[in-house]
Antibody, heavy 123, light 106 residues
Framework: QVQLVQSGSEWRKPGASVKVSCKTT????????MSWVRQAPGQGLEWMGW????????TYGRGFAGRVVLSLDTSVDTAYLQISSLKAEDTAMYYC????????????????WGQGTLVTVSS | SYDLTQPPSVSVSPGQTASLTCSGD??????VSWYQQKPGQSPVLVLY???KRPSGIPERFSGSNSGNTATLTISGTQAMDEADYYC?????????FGGGTKLTVL
């Protein structure tokens, strides 16, 4: 069965960087692009971006280009989210979520989600 | 940038019908998906392409999308349906979520 398993909670000081992993099993990794979604404490979902899991092309959401980098390691079927120059406002749960196919179309949805990784930014 | 607007909260009595709306400019020309999120859990897809249910989602969940408004309808609402619900659409290959609606069943 399809599973997206994310790395564990992280704590960082402001200005540091963090890299969150999303290990996939149960399907062909390169067949489905991957999105990342942020949820601040008590807040709603924010779409951060997506990455084409075959060629690595990325698209970032409003406000996320610059400090956020999405990447892949196709040898281990894993997607990564890296955030640099962390701020307190980056404290949130971060989810990876799979698209139904690799090629973007306006019918896309997010059919499988990881369990989330809590990133806490505090001095 | 494209925005989706949802009412912050909706209340419904058990067994009644809940209608959750999602509004956006010419939203009817886009495809909308809906996600259910219970406290401490990851979101779960409940509808995609406006009105399609993934396997395992009960038939009481249905959807429509026309004009500027998409609607998630839960017929015969049960206590287990109490959750936050988010609509989502795509605009120029960029994903957009609505702010979410907290559905209370009381």
């Amino acid at each position: 069965q399809v599973q997206l398993v994310q790395s564990g909670s992280e704590w960082r000081k402001p200005g540091a960087s963090v890299k969150v992993s999303c290990k996939t099993t149960g399907y062909t990794f390169s067949s489905n692009s991957m999105s990342w979604v942020r949820q601040a404490p008590g807040q709603g979902l924010e779409w951060m971006g997506w990455i084409d899991t075959e060629i690595g092309i990325t698209t970032y959401g409003r406000g996320f280009a610059g400090r956020v980098v999405l990447s892949l390691d196709t040898s281990v079927d894993t997607a990564y989210l890296q955030i640099s120059s962390l701020k307190a406002e980056d404290t949130a749960m971060y989810y990876c979520a799979r698209a139904p196919e690799r090629h973007y179309n306006n019918k896309w949805f997010l059919d499988y989600w990881g369990q989330g990784t809590l990133v806490t930014v505090s001095s | 940038s494209y925005d989706l607007t949802q009412p912050p909260s909706v209340s419904v009595s058990p067994g009644q019908t809940a209608s959750l709306t999602c509004s956006g400019d010419e939203l009817g020309s886009k495809f909308v998906s809906w996600y259910q999120q219970k406290p401490g859990q990851s979101p779960v897809l409940v509808l995609y392409e406006d009105d399609k249910r993934p396997s395992g989602i009960p038939e009481r969940f249905s959807g429509s999308n026309s004009g500027n408004t998409a609607t998630l309808t839960i017929s015969g609402t049960q206590a287990m349906d109490e959750a936050d619900y988010y609509c989502q659409a795509w605009d120029s290959a960029t994903g957009v979520f609505g702010g979410g609606t907290k559905l209370t069943v009381l």
